[in-house]
């Protein structure tokens, strides 16, 4: 993004999850308010930060404010026509006397002065006494503790408090170069804060009262940048001349040279509600339209419930800000932005046939082919396998078996393959388009024939196995089809399954429902088992570490070999876990994809690609899945990730997840001495109905478990 987000951190945000989310989000700035950070608290939360996060940190100061002090409780309500006392000393502030910050302010007002106290109050100095001056109420309201105080007279303050200056030295001291001065009044205001702080500092001065306005070229020439706060603005400007006064503050900023930047009131509902107003959407596109360079969000990431979420909103809008120009016309897409991780290989494929496009398919020559390569169109044509548009050619099986990578350098590790018999293939030709269908005649896909090679089966499986003997299920697949392979283009013309359909979700559909939530960070499982307390710990950790919006818990529902779990038991386990609130409200979506297990390392880089199309930035690798029958028991799954380097999702490694004899709970542990069933273990123990141990199963499920099996007598493994 050209434009700029700063995010100002209090309450809200002051923790690990929203300040690395706001990072990835591409905020540009964290603003730390002065005038509600303790000095005392200043360096340890700076340092936080620092450790945290890299982006810059800009120290705000309090300035040429006056502020009320501090009250009995949060507000006070003071009655129209009441006389209140101001005190110069420290007093339990209430309804009928208070304090204003600095204290030496008492000293300069005067009887007649007129002062507006957070917003809405009115009230006017009648009297001065020896140790306070008394007001008398002409606006009733709320008062709130550390909230804006302005007298309807220029009173010459101070650029800098005390505070600001000893607060200027620790930032100083901890490296850093931004500051935002508040209530800049003249040129030499700038001059003093740098000559406090630094004399490279970047200065973002706020331009906030009637005085900036009026030295406002003067300012600009000093500064780094102009900050517009509305807010306090407004208290000195009417609020109907504060649009026109917005774009004079941005022109006189672009003439001198420098960024402008805009505060307050930008998702002012967001604090407390999950989405913005129309009303405010709409002026946060027209101030970027004004010219601004950047916005600021106060309360909104301080204190409010959605500072994620709003910051979010924010990077949308700008999004589609930058990109308007490019529409044409009534061009405009039905649905939202997205943050969401991009497809692999940046678009997302969708190659299903129209109707109107398919009438003809009678005439073309048909194929009968398998039910793995049958899904294999289907996750072809809906985008599971972006970058893929088909099956491979022989140039881009050879870059896979050597590189793992796709002819392009693209990180890709398994062979997409349609293997056909010799003799069949020699009734097909190079060029021509062939309808696909299942064993039982079902019309699947059309593929345009774009090359058709041999090669050596035996070659192939060392290359891609690691060996050319064995048990594994993926050699005996290839060795059952013929050394005969067809590259070319596939088009879904209908899913050959339709089992499971409420759940089975595309990679469009699988986004659609995030941006729907709100998310922006998804953390994918792909789930081959029923679920266990270990799965329940690795999903819940990787959760809450990455600081994720939500989990995508995928279920692999095509065929499988002997020992695993059936797909329909898996499914029902994890949808008990949802129906029990066995994850976080809200943050879990459970699908399904037509996919098989491949088993094996060059799976889990295979899957954590699958998850990035689906939306995913981060891929949970659960090491023992992928080491079928021992037959990769010595190999470093972390070992091929590496290799790749950056695939564009993170993968998330737990090895040795189990129950700890001694923590009496579940980690990741460095020992293999974890506590944890297999599938043949687990239903043997049910079928004898041996009892297992709490911290083996999750009571839902396990219950769910013993009702299939010993009541309902139906089988949960493939056999």
């Known amino acids: ?104 302010i008492i000293d300069k007002l005067e009887v007649g002065d007129f002062i507006s106290v957070d917003s809405s109050v009115l009230v006017k100095v009648i009297d001065i006494e020896a140790t306070c001056v008394v007001t008398q109420i002409l606006c009733g309201g709320e008062i709130g503790q550390n909230k804006a105080v302005t007298v309807e007279r220029d009173i010459l303050m101070p650029a800098l408090t005390e505070k600001d200056i000893k607060a200027l030295a620790i930032g100083r001291d901890m490296d850093i170069r931004q500051v935002a001065l508040s209530f800049a009044n003249r040129a030499s205001d700038v001059d003093e804060i740098r000559e406090a702080f630094r004399k490279d500092a970047f200065v973002f001065s706020k331009i906030e009262c009637r005085n900036a306005l009026q030295n406002l070229a003067e300012i600009a020439s000093k500064s780094y940048a102009l900050l517009i706060d509305r807010g306090d603005l407004s208290r000195q400007v009417p609020i109907e001349q504060i649009p026109a006064v917005q774009k004079h503050i941005v022109l006189e900023g672009k003439k001198a040279g420098i960024k402008v930047y805009v505060a307050t ?38 204190i409010g419930h959605y500072p994620v979420k709003c910051a979010t909103v924010v990077a949308k809008i700008i999004h589609e800000f930058e990109n308007s120009h490019k529409r044409n016309g009534n061009d405009y897409p039905a649905t939202s932005i997205s943050l969401l991780n991009d497809p692999h290989g940046s678009s997302l494929i969708n190659r299903k046939a129209e109707v109107t496009a398919i009438h003809d398919l009678r005439k073309l020559r048909s194929l009968t082919i398998t039910e793995t390569e049958l899904i294999d169109c289907e996750l072809i044509a809906n985008g599971t396998y972006s970058p893929l548009t088909g099956f491979m050619g022989r140039d881009a099986l050879e870059s896979v078996l050597n590189t793992h990578r796709l ?25 021509e388009c062939l309808t696909l269908k299942s064993a039982t ?8 024939v774009r090359e058709i090679y041999s090669f050596d089966l035996q070659e192939m499986i060392r290359r891609w196995f690691g060996a050319t003997s064995g048990s594994h299920p993926g050699m005996a697949k290839l060795k059952a089809g013929g050394n005969v392979f067809i590259g070319g283009e596939v088009t879904l013309v209908q899913s050959v399954s339709n089992s499971f359909a409420p759940y089975k979700l595309t990679p469009a559909e699988a986004r659609f429902i995030f941006n729907k939530k709100g998310w922006s960070k998804v953390v994918g499982f792909r789930a081959c088992t029923v679920p266990d307390c270990a799965h329940q710990f690795v999903q819940l950790d990787a959760l ?38 066995l994850y976080p409200i809200g943050k879990a979506v459970l699908g399904c994809s037509s996919d098989y297990p491949r088993y094996g390392p060059r799976e889990a880089v295979f899957a ?33 990730f590496d290799e790749l380097g950056d695939i564009g999702i993170k993968p998330l490694f737990y090895d040795a997840v ?15 001495q974890a506590l944890r069933l297999n599938n043949v273990e687990l239903l043997e123990a049910i079928r004898q109905k041996r009892e297992l141990p709490e911290w083996c199963y999750i009571p839902e499920v396990l219950q769910y478990m013993l009702r299939v099996e010993l009541v309902e007598g139906k089988k949960m493994l493939c056999e």
């Open 1 to 104: 993004m050209n434009k700029e987000i700063f995010c100002t951190l209090g309450p809200s945000s002051l923790n690990d999850r929203v300040i690395t989310r706001l990072e990835e989000i591409g905020i540009n700035l964290f603003r730390l308010n002065l005038s509600h950070t303790k000095l005392k608290d200043l360096a340890n939360t700076i340092q936080y930060i620092q450790t945290i996060s890299s982006v810059p940190i800009c120290l705000d100061t309090e300035g040429a404010q006056i502020r009320t002090g501090n009250l009995l409780q949060e507000k006070i309500y003071v009655r129209e026509n009441s006389v209140v006392r101001i005190h110069r000393l420290p007093v339990p502030g209430d309804s009928n006397n208070f304090n204003l910050y600095p204290d030496y």
């Open 265 to 302: 009131n930008l998702m002012e509902s967001m604090v407390t509600q999950p989405t913005p107003t129309r009303a405010e959407a709409n002026d946060v596109f027209n101030t970027l339209a004004d010219g601004a360079d950047g916005l600021v969000l106060a309360a909104e990431t301080a």
């Open 658 to 672: 189990g129950h700890g004899p001694q923590k009496q709970k579940y980690s990741s542990l460095e020992s293999t």
């Open 407 to 431: 002819p392009n350098g693209l990180a890709w590790p398994i062979p997409i393959l349609l293997q056909i018999d010799r003799e069949a293939a020699k009734q097909i030709g190079e060029g």
């Open 608 to 640: 954590a690609i699958c998850s990035k199309n689906m939306g995913c930035d981060c891929h949970i690798v659960d090491c023992d899945y992928t080491g079928f029958g021992h037959f990769y028991k010595d190999y470093d799954l972390r070992k091929l």
């Open 544 to 581: 809450e570490t990455t600081h994720a919006d939500g989990l995508f818990i995928s279920i692999m529902m095509g065929p499988r070999t002997v020992g695993d779990f059936l797909p329909g038991p898996i499914l029902q386990s994890y949808q008990l876990m949802l129906d029990f609130g």
């Open 441 to 448: 005649g079902q019309l699947a896909a059309i593929l345009e």
